[in-house]
């Protein structure tokens, strides 16, 4: 099968089919790099914005001050 066939018919997925598709591609391109890269069933730590109020004080301030820059 060649590649142009390929994509046509990786057009023809749905959504979640193609998201699926991105996620096994991109865990062979890191089996390819390092094969210590990802354990299977390993769990990896995932930084979320949940509980940064010092983060957001300090967007809220830059925002506070551009606007203020913008009005004058």
Aim: proline share 4%; charged share 20%.
């Amino acid at each position: 099968m060649s590649l142009a066939e390929l994509m046509s018919q990786i057009q023809t997925l749905p959504r979640i089919d193609k998201l699926r598709l991105m996620q096994f591609l991109a865990t062979e391109l890191v089996k390819e790099e390092d094969a210590n890269f990802f354990v299977a069933n390993q769990e990896y730590p995932v930084w979320s914005p949940y509980n940064c109020s010092e983060a957001a004080n300090i967007l809220m301030n830059l925002l506070a001050t551009k606007q203020q820059e913008k009005n004058g």
